[in-house]
């Protein structure tokens, strides 16, 4: 069985310095990574997705988490962080087969201060 | 392109009543899935719907069920509601059998019980 773990439960950070969001993953299968984020009050958006190919996928907004089979993790990473991106990260994973579970971590709270 | 609505946004009950929870998924797919978030507890899977017919469920007693209809909106119905029940219960689709697509989540349905 999919278990995903997010080691920091949170993270506080100043404005416009670097943040890692670790994630670390189990499966016996090949699998999909995503990260999503949630704002306060809201549901949770994709934020990225690993599905194959290159092992470093980016979103629009300046993050970017890279795939490592070999360490199963799927860290999030962002080189210069803005309050707005204070929320919280979740971490998910979905094994490629008919059993088609999205399996979430427990999540990180990144706390952005001026 | 409507996203995911699920209503309604707040919803308070008391210990024992019964809740039910609606989901519009979003036009053309057909598998609709069921989260808790509580406090504290992350994101835990609930039920799994795909064409009408409930493909998976997570851990959690018999008194959490639900129904997909045939336009694919879902409905999650919790009896015997408990305090610990408090949650916000969200919803997310995808195109069915589609295990790498990503989950698009609704705002979620803030369940009270008092």
């Known amino acids: 069985a999919q278990s995903v773990t997010q080691l920091d439960s949170q993270v506080p950070v100043f404005e416009e310095a670097p943040v890692e969001l670790r994630c670390n993953y189990s499966?016996?299968?090949?699998?999909?990574l995503f990260w999503y984020v949630q704002y306060p009050n809201q549901g949770l958006q994709l934020l990225l997705k690993?599905?194959?190919?290159?092992?470093l996928v980016e979103s629009i907004n300046g993050f970017e988490a890279e795939f490592n089979k070999s360490q199963t993790s799927f860290h999030l990473r962002k080189p210069s962080v803005h309050i707005s991106d204070t929320a919280e990260y979740f971490c998910?994973?979905?094994?490629?087969?008919?059993?088609?579970?999205?399996?979430f971590g427990g999540g990180t709270r990144l706390m952005v201060k001026p | 392109e409507a996203g995911v609505t699920q209503s309604p946004t707040h919803l308070i009950k008391t210990r024992g009543q019964q809740a039910t929870l609606r989901c519009s998924p979003i036009?053309?797919?057909?598998?609709v899935y069921w989260y808790q978030q509580a406090l504290g507890l992350g994101l835990q899977f609930l039920l799994w719907?795909?064409?009408?017919?409930?493909?998976n469920r997570g851990n959690f007693p018999p008194r959490f069920s639900g129904r997909q209809f045939p336009n694919y909106s879902s409905e999650l119905n919790v009896n015997a509601l408990e305090l610990e029940d408090s949650a916000l219960y969200l919803c997310?689709?995808?195109?069915?059998?589609?295990?790498?697509?990503?989950?698009?989540f609704g705002n979620g349905t803030r369940l009270t019980v008092t």
């Open positions: 997310a689709s995808r195109p069915g059998g589609s295990y790498n697509s990503p989950l698009h």
């Open positions: 499966s016996s299968v090949s699998v999909y």
């Open positions: 690993y599905l194959s190919g290159s092992t």
């Open positions: 998910a994973v979905s094994e490629n087969n008919a059993g088609n579970m999205l399996t």
């Open positions: 036009s053309g797919h057909t598998s």
């Open positions: 719907y795909d064409e009408g017919e409930e493909r």
